[in-house]
């Protein structure tokens, strides 16, 4: 998740084929660029937008009191 929040450091590692594969790893489309405003927000890939919902959504998955009902007393 490191990797998604600041991606640049694990580019830079990389060799030119690297980058490559990295960018298409973390985008679906080249960047696009506007003269007037620069570079446009990027379409990220499906796997990235996955991960970043999994951790925004703070959620648990499984309750505590395990998957049976409680006993009635």
């Given amino acids: 998740m490191g990797v998604l929040k600041n991606p640049y450091p694990t580019w830079a590692e990389f060799d030119v084929f690297g980058q490559q594969k990295f960018f298409s790893f973390l985008f679906e489309v080249n960047l696009e ?5 620069g570079y446009r927000t990027p379409k990220y890939t499906v796997l990235k937008r996955v991960l970043e919902e999994i951790e925004s959504s703070g959620s648990v998955d499984v309750e505590m009191g395990g998957i049976e009902p409680p006993c009635k007393k």
Avoid: G, M, P, W
């Fill in 33 to 37: 660029y506007d003269k007037k405003e």
